[in-house]
């Protein structure tokens, strides 16, 4: 093990120096020859990989690449697509043997492309064949793999009960692999937490390559993938995943307030009762730029976009009580089932009717609105007035094509528990959480300096309002601007900078984990946990 490493650190310097140079092809020649004579490999080896002269290889390569600012970035020198797990196992040896690096994917929605984009010469992990999903209604529980979707996941579950969910995310082309290990938000979080917080097995394949669950993992392992982010570990195959109970009905609904109807005092109104409402009730509130009505100027929009774990007559009720400046009517409301629900909050994102049959969940079909870049924040208190009407001011700036504010609420099950359950540290204490986007089509450098630019400065501009100390930051929304790791080695108090921002007082945890479980830092990129030993 030793020399393979020592050899490993070689190659990569030189692969490094040399890259997509000879040398690259050469490795590249030796990655195949061994992965072909991986012992116990199966026959279906030969249609799993994809190198740069295959016909197939670029529709591989963009089938999920979600953000298109990286479709012009370095490309990996081959591209496996594993039907079963001796299929990775064999990907991890070779490529460590030959110098190259691993990109695990599994939806592809990281922000930063972490998951098909590199520095060095790399292969892409592409796990969107590895997703067989079992639900077990009895025991209220279902083994997931990495590459099925939110989407199926919610579908699959929802053909098996009518009255059982999963708490995770909305968008229906987010992998679970990705997701769930780096937490996993959605409409369920104030009544059963983040994905991770419901995971109880899971399958990880280490370094080494073998295949372990959570006993053979061990319960420090087992901690780390569950929020710390899977890419730093190993490669997980699946979850197993409590399934929790929902009523038989549930109520959404969306609705739309401009600024000249008072959003300010409805936001502020918001900001102080979103937290504190019933735990089965879910607010989010998104802020963008909308038409106005007057002229057709450019004025600020604020959605509240909602679904409550029952039916609409109590739902009247708990808002007139708690946030009548809303004024949330009943004909705004929709009684559905869980999963309909899912189609709704998903129609939002995707500015669809949200009244679909349950099967657009199935799309495997990439929704891409182009180039993005992404942020977040955590409040323990809220925006002051003048605070928003700064913010109104960014919103409102035409030179950017698209942003928006996603605020989501805290309170409930997130205050209840510990910031060490798991990885994912931000827990009691805070409010709310703020996800930024901006987003573009224009082609060109300029443009995207202009978006980013604009990103960062809004950053800037809301630090006063945040956590600090450091500000907390969320791993799933990944931002390389928040600090990054060298290319080489990178000390632990280094990667502090980012790390301490997404995962606090559990990331000196994670860098220990990470010592044991890989201490060749093989599994690296740009925001990977280091380790605490310079090999
Ligand atoms: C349109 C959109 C909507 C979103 N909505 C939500 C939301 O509602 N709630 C929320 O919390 N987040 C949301 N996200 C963020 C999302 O949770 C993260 O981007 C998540 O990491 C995506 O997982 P993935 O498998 O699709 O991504 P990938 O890009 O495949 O992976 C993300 C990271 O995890 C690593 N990884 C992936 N699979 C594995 C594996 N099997 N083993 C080890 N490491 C692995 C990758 O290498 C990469 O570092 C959204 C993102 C987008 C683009
Ligand atoms: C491309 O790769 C796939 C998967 O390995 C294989 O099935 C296919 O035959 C290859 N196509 C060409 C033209 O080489
Ligand atoms: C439920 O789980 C138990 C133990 O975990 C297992 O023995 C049993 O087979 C499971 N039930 C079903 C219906 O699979
Ligand atoms: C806005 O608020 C003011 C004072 O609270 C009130 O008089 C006015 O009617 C409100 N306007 C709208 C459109 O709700
Ligand atoms: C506003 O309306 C105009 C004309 O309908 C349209 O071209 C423009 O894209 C709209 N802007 C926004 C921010 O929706
Ligand atoms: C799947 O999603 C894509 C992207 O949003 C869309 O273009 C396509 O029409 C969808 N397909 C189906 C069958 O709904």
Known sequence: MKCLSCYYTFAAVIALLFSFTPSAADTHEKFLQCFYSYPHNTNSISSVIYTQTNSSYSSVLDATMQNLRFSDSRKPLVIVTPLVVSHIQATIICSQRHGLQIRTRSGGHDYEGLSYVARVPFVILDLLNIREIKVDVKNRTAWVQVGATLGELYYTISQ???????????????????????????????????????????????????????????????????????????????WKI???????????????????????????????????????????????????????????????????????????????????????????????????????????????????????????????SGKYKGKSDYLRKPIPVDGLQGLWRWLNDDKV??????????????????????????????????????????????????????????YKYMEPYVSNSPRAAYVNYRDLDIGVNNNGYTSYNQASIWGLKYFSNNFKRLATVKTKVDPHNFFRNEQSIPTLSKE
């Not at 394949?205 to 061990?218: E, S, T």
């Not at 094509?401 to 798991?422: C, H, N, T, V």
């Not at 805070?430 to 604009?454: L, P």
Request: net charge negative; proline share 3%; hydrophobic share 40%.
């Open 401 to 458: 094509q698209y942003s928006q504010l996603q605020f989501a609420p805290y309170g409930g099950r997130m205050d209840k528990i510990s910031e060490s359950e798991i990885p994912f540290a931000h827990r009691s204490g805070y409010i709310f959480h703020i996800h930024y986007v901006v987003v573009w089509q224009e082609e060109g450098d300029e443009a995207t300096q202009r978006h980013v630019n604009w990103i960062r400065r809004l």
């Open 160 to 238: 098996a009960s009518k009255t059982l969910a999963f708490p995770a995310g909305v968008c229906y082309s987010v992998g679970t692999g990705g997701h769930i290990s780096g937490g996993g938000y959605g409409f369920l979080m104030r009544k059963y937490g983040l994905a991770a917080d419901n995971v109880i097995d899971a399958h990880i394949i280490d370094v080494n390559g073998n295949l372990l669950d959570r006993k053979a993992m061990g319960e420090d392992l087992f901690w780390a993938i569950r929020g710390g982010g899977g890419a730093s570990f190993g490669v997980i195959v699946s």
């Open 242 to 368: 409590k399934l929790v109970p929902v009523p038989s009905t549930v109520t959404v609904f969306n609705v739309e307030r401009i600024l000249e109807e008072n959003a300010t005092e409805i936001i502020q109104k918001w900001q102080q009762v979103a937290n504190k409402l019933d735990e089965r009730i879910f607010l989010r509130m998104d802020l963008a730029r909308a038409n106005s009505s007057q002229h057709g100027k450019l004025a600020l929009q604020a959605n509240f976009v909602s679904m409550f774990q029952g039916g609409v007559e109590e739902l009247i009720l708990l808002m007139q009580k708690n946030f009548p400046e809303l004024g949330l009517e009943r004909k705004d409301c929709t009684e559905t089932s869980w999963i309909g629900s899912a189609v709704f909050t998903n129609g939002v994102l995707i500015g669809s009717s949200g009244h679909e049959a349950p099967e657009v969940l199935l799309n495997r079909t990439q929704l891409r």
